[in-house]
């Protein structure tokens, strides 16, 4: 009889061998990416709803492989993260964004803000804070300039330790969005507890807000905590006009998503004005 125990059962998984052999392989070729300066980062545009103005742009990191082409953050990033890989890839990241977005910050609006995704690893290191301060400095970005994304796993896992973190780094004038808001560990009760800034909406109740009305309670509902909380919100994932508009309708501070543009090169970026349905 097969054992049901979790870890003796796992060894006689079909394709379990194959896939840690491509996961280390992967691991090695990250290292490997990261030496030879393969990395390159896209923006998105944030739009802000009242404007139609882009307001900000979030940096998401991609691996131009010689072999295997560009590849998406969702196949490397995991990877990157069960090892100290991430916190290298991290730094790069945050260096590359803010020195990006300081050269270009006297074409940028006021208000503009770059936003950056940090790991739960990042966030750990107990240099973290040095590291930020670092990274702004070399770049010349003011601090009212960035901010840090985490998803809700993240601020919810790390107990008395995280808060502390995310006080430190406000102490330094930087900003702190809950990033695929809605996803995580559903309890509302840290969140009181927390100190941050904006809540972006993940994409999931986007998607079907106009055909859904459990999804547009669910947004509207995300809408009036964070107008309790006075944070801003971004709405992700927006694809269509008629979402746009309904969340136009609803009070959504800022949007991003396929319709206000992709994430594309820097040099790319449309900067101008959207028109707003
Ligand atoms: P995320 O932080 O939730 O980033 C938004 C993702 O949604 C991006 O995927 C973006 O391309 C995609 N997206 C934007 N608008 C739309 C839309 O209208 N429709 C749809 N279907 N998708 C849209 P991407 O670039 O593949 O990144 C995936 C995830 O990888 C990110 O999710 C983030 O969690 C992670 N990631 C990306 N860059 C970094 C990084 O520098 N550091 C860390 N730690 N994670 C990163
Ligand atoms: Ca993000
Ligand atoms: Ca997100
Ligand atoms: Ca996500």
Redesign the pocket.
Known sequence: VKRRGRGACMLFEPGMMEQSLEQARLANELRQALERSQFVL?Y?PVVQMATGQVSGV?????WQSPARGLV???LF?PIA?TSDL?LA??DW?LRTATRDIAQRLAQLPANFELH????AR?LIQSDFSATLQQALHDSGLPPQHLTL?L?ESVLIEQDGQTEERLREIRAQGVKIAI??FGTGYSSLAYLGLLPFDCL?I??SFVRNLCSSPQDAAIVSAVLHMAEGFDVAVVA????TAAQAQRLRQMGCSHA????FG??VPLEQVDWSTRALP
């Open positions: 896209h998105q979030e940096a998401l990191v991609r998406p953050p969702g990033i993260e991430i890839l991290g990241v950056v995704n940090v790991s990042q994304e998803t990033d695929d972006k993940d994409r992700e994932g927006v694809e991003q998503g396929y319709w992709r994430p």
